[in-house]
């Protein structure tokens, strides 16, 4: 898998980036399975870009990454890579 965004524009600069991963669970938070979870590193600017299988094929919007102070004050944990 791999996503295409801009991520940190003032930064990273403003030409597009790739992101690979995988597809870790086939459903989100709370199991919701209008969501899937992935392990692709993402920052500011990646929401709204594809999430693209080996085929070229758009399979997905990527829409948010986990809030790790929220998970911090719950589980008294860091999530890494939970997209």
């Known amino acids: 898998m791999l996503t295409l965004g801009y991520p940190l524009t003032s930064i990273q600069g403003q030409e597009q980036k790739a992101t690979f991963g ?11 399975i209008r969501f899937l979870q992935i392990d692709v590193p993402l920052q500011p600017g990646n929401s709204g870009g594809p999430l693209i299988n080996l085929r070229g094929e758009a399979v997905g919007l990527v829409t948010s ?19």
């Open 65 to 83: 990454q986990l809030n790790q102070s929220a998970v911090l004050r719950r589980a008294g944990t860091i999530a890494q890579n939970v997209n």
């Open 22 to 32: 995988r597809v870790n669970a086939l459903s989100g938070l709370q199991d919701d």
